[in-house]
């Protein structure tokens, strides 16, 4: 049994969308219900981790015995991210925007003559690649890859690009947003595991097990 497998490590894990503010009223932002990435930290903290959930914008209730952390846009994100270290395992399930805008203070007037405005996009900090190559690098870190086509062959590419040590590839191709299944391939460097179609909290206690392995076996 897993049961306190995790006890005594700390495990980060992020979720949900960012929402990256245009003014005060209006923001842009990536499709996330949060679902998956709050069952992770619930499984987590049931094995008995000390889990920090950095939660971008959703409505899901908080799952027992975790602590969260609720975040707006990804330099939030990111900084709650700095804030929770140091951590034996760091789990990046957020949907985090690629690009923010510099804001403006007051709410963007509507032109007369319907002239839209120029939106100047800036890049986001990667945060899970930030973090694996960082001098705080938790033992292990883990990125997530939401694809619709050529899965594995981005999901691989991405645990170089990233320098994580796994990549948890969804298949989105089908009706996995905002659903409660997923169909998921573990790709590592030592290969690729096709996971069946699951609940999503079926995933996420697999993937805990998985996680408790990896942080039992010696460095
Ligand atoms: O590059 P891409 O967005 O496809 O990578 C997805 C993985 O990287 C996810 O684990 C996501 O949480 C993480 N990510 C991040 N910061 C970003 C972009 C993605 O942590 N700015």
Redesign the pocket.
């Known amino acids: 049994s897993y049961s306190g497998a995790l006890t005594g490590r700390k495990i980060v894990v992020?979720a949900g969308p960012t929402h990256e503010p245009i003014d005060p009223v209006r923001y842009i932002a990536n499709r996330s219900s949060g679902k998956q990435g709050f069952a992770i930290a619930e499984a987590l903290a049931r094995l008995g981790a000390e889990v920090t959930l950095v939660a971008g914008p959703v409505t899901l209730p908080t799952p027992p015995a975790v602590k969260r952390v609720d975040v707006e846009s990804?330099r939030e994100m990111q900084a709650a991210v700095e804030r929770a270290l140091p951590a034996d395992a760091a789990i990046?399930?957020?949907?985090?925007a690629?690009w923010h805008v510099d804001a403006a203070g007051q709410k963007i007037k509507k032109q007369p003559d319907g002239t839209p405005p120029a939106l100047a996009l800036v890049q986001?900090?990667?945060?899970?690649a930030g973090l694996a190559r960082s001098a705080r690098r938790p033992r292990l870190v883990i990125?997530?890859?939401?694809e619709t086509n050529d899965v594995i062959a981005y999901a691989q590419a991405?645990l170089t690009s990233?320098g994580c040590d796994w990549i948890v590839a969804n298949d989105v191709s089908g009706d996995v947003m905002g659903g409660d299944s997923n169909s998921i391939h573990l790709v590592t460097r030592d290969g690729v595991e096709d996971w069946p179609n699951l609940p999503k909290q079926a995933v996420a206690e697999q993937l805990a097990a998985r996680i408790a392995d990896a942080l039992s076996e010696p460095r």
């Open positions: 992020t990804a990046m399930v957020a949907a985090v690629d986001n900090p990667d945060i899970l990125g997530f890859a939401a991405k990233k």
